[in-house]
């Protein structure tokens, strides 16, 4: 098992920054990967960016691409996704996720709200 627990959200302005984190406990060592996922009210669940926890080498989606950057703790048990130049399209539920390379199931925290108003 593997808890996923994300903070950092709330409201700013469009234009501004925020920053997630995402602390990882339990069986962490089955894993590889985090990311972070979004939704939106009334659209599916949409991949943001992704990290290697070994190597650090991230993936993002091209939508925020140049404005979010991912990273991660030395202790690679905590994720961070700094958000700028925030637009209102950025407006959603932001999710920790991650998979067990062992099982396969993946894991998601309960998300944290980020609202960019228009």
């Known amino acids: 098992q593997v808890q996923l627990v994300e903070s950092g959200g709330g409201l700013v302005q469009a234009g501004g920054s925020l920053s997630l984190s995402c602390a990882a406990s339990?069986?962490?060592?089955?894993?590889?990967?985090m990311g972070w996922f979004r939704q939106a009210p009334g659209k599916e669940r949409d991949f943001v960016a992704r990290?290697?926890?070994?190597?650090?080498?991230?993936d993002y989606a091209e939508s925020v691409k140049g404005r979010f950057t991912m990273s991660r703790d030395n202790a690679k048990t905590t994720v961070y996704l700094q958000m700028n130049s925030l637009k209102p399209e950025d407006t959603a539920v932001y999710y920790c996720?991650?998979?067990?390379?062992?099982?396969?199931?993946?894991?998601w925290g309960q998300g944290t709200q980020v609202t960019v108003p228009s």
């Open positions: 996720n991650t998979r067990s390379t062992v099982t396969g199931l993946d894991y």
């Open positions: 339990g069986r962490t060592s089955s894993t590889s990967d």
């Open positions: 990290i290697n926890m070994r190597f650090g080498n991230t």
